[in-house]
């Protein structure tokens, strides 16, 4: 799983197309959002997903908290990995790992200022049930959690790729030009891009998500080369 990239926010076919083509492993489709009207439906999402070759991967980003909920919805749009970016009780993960063993299951930790306990009880409550954890950030002006275009704090991700005994999936403000630097100090198992990869018309822009899998591909490489 080491040296994964996955670019979220897909609009539609032609963005999925060239988000393949330019070599990121994971697309993730962000619906059921609770503050933001979705990019796409659910029906071209799903149609999307089935379209997806075998080598890549279709991701739901979701904020639903209930089990069954959850594992609906991921039937409904044929994905076999869901990001859950809501306040999910461990019970609802245990439940859901339980009704539904083969979905891979990411859960966000939301980095705000001097949280890293908050961010590690969470992890020591949810590890048994969770495939991957990605650290995203946090817009204090207006409450979102996730899809901002800011970094935050890079120390904390990487504290908690030393504790965590999962994964982590490193979001928040990346783009072409921080890429890089972010793997190298953060060292996590994957990278995710949304807002640093688009251009003025809110697309994916060609030449950023090209220059974010080279980038990231090279950063990978060179701290397998370290291990």
Known sequence: MQGLIQVAGVIDQDEADLICAEGADWLGFA????????????????AIVAAIQPR???????????????????????????QLHGDVEPAQLEKLRR??????VLKSLVVKEDNIDELTKIVDESAEWVDMYITDSFN??????????????????AELVRVAPRPLMLAGGLNP????????????????????????????????????VTAARQAFADLAGQD
């Open 99 to 104: 009704i539904d063993p083969d979905l891979y």
């Open 140 to 157: 204090p002006a207006t409450g979102a959690k996730g899809a901002t275009g800011l970094t935050h704090d890079w120390s904390v991700s």
């Open 31 to 46: 619906l059921r959002l609770p503050a933001k009207n979705e990019d796409l439906s659910e029906a071209d999402a799903a």
């Open 177 to 212: 030009d921080n890429v890089a630097a972010a793997i190298a100090a953060v060292r996590p198992a994957a990278v995710d891009a949304h807002t640093g990869l688009e251009g003025p018309d809110r697309r994916k822009d060609r030449a950023k998500v090209r220059r974010f």
């Open 56 to 82: 890549h991967r279709g991701v739901l980003i979701t904020y639903l908290t209930e089990a069954d909920e959850i594992r609906q919805f991921c039937a409904e749009l044929g994905v076999t990995a869901v």
